[in-house]
């Protein structure tokens, strides 16, 4: 056996080591979440500032909180800018309020990513009426009827949002 042999097999992980590398490369990108299935009704909509939730009846909408400082927020927004592209269309919907200081750094971010669905700052009626906003991420899905069905505690991935949301577009609004 050659000296680079013998140094490329200490290189070689063990399988502990390997599946240790792997757990911990799978929760880098796709770290966990607690997905609560709900059926609250949203809001009162004057404590919503700005973007009103109640306009965006007879759509599926995500409510998420994030920050421009937030790695987990910046990692989930091409995921959500991905699924707003594809879905917008069949009544999907994205209000993303942002807990950053200024809606100037928070709109330069968006521009410079090119995301286009809406950011407004989240006031303090804001996030109190979501039950106060402790952590980001933090998502709510509500639908068509303005009830919200899921609460995501941490990150949405394509896959989560497919999981979550195609459901509920697939199913049309109750009569009122």
Known sequence: MTKTTAFLKKLIPGPVTAILLGLIVYLWFRPPA????????????????????????GQVVLVNFWATWCPYCRHEMPAMQRFYDDHRARGFEIVAYSLDKTQVEVDQFMRDKGYTFPAPLATPAVTEAFGGVTRVPLSFVIDRDGVIRHKIAGQVHAGRLERLIIPLLDAPASPR
Not at 36 to 56: Q, V
């Open 34 to 57: 607690l997905v609560d299935d709900l059926a609250e009704p949203l809001p009162a909509a004057p404590a919503l500032g700005d973007h009103r939730l109640d306009t965006l009846r």
